[in-house]
C-alpha cells in the first residue's frame, strides 16, 4: 500500500507527481484536492513537456470567487506514490503568486483509488480500484 507521510497540522497535503507529456517527464509538487474535478496544471510544466494544447477545447470552472473558462488537456500519464494512472484530464491554469505549490492533484486522478487519510498518524495511502 503506497502511503504519504503528511504533517497533520498543515492546511494542505502536497504530493511529488511525476507527469509525463509526449516525451518528456518531470515531477511537480501538487495539493491533493478532492475539491478540483480536475488536476490543474500550470502552463509553462504542460508547454516544458510538450502536451498537446488546443485553444479550443475548453470548459467552465468555479473557483471560489468567479466562473472562469480553462483550456482542458490530457496528460499521458501521472504518477504518485507509485501509482500511475494514464490519460488524465486536466485543466492549464496557474495557480496565485505565491501558492508555494505548482498546481492541484483533483477527481481526474484521484477517483482511481480508495483514498485513506488518517489525520492522527498522518498518512494518506492510495490503494487502486483493480
Do not use: C, R
Amino acid at each position: 500500500m503506497p502511503s504519504l507521510k503528511f504533517n497533520p497540522n498543515q492546511n494542505i497535503i502536497v504530493l511529488e507527481t511525476k507527469i509525463w507529456g509526449t516525451s518528456l517527464a518531470t515531477t511537480a509538487q501538487l495539493v491533493f484536492d478532492t475539491g478540483a474535478s480536475l488536476v490543474i496544471l500550470p502552463w509553462k510544466i504542460v508547454t516544458a513537456l510538450g502536451i498537446k494544447i488546443d485553444p479550443t477545447k475548453t470548459i467552465q470552472t468555479t473557483t471560489a470567487s468567479s466562473v472562469e473558462t480553462a483550456t482542458i488537456i490530457t496528460i499521458p500519464k501521472i504518477s504518485v506514490l507509485g501509482q500511475e494512472v494514464k490519460n488524465v484530464k486536466a485543466i492549464v491554469k496557474d495557480l496565485p503568486e505565491g501558492s508555494g505549490v505548482d498546481g492541484l492533484l483533483g477527481l481526474s486522478y484521484i477517483k482511481n483509488f480508495n483514498v485513506e487519510i488518517n489525520f492522527k498518524t498522518g498518512e494518506l495511502t492510495l490503494n487502486s480500484h483493480k
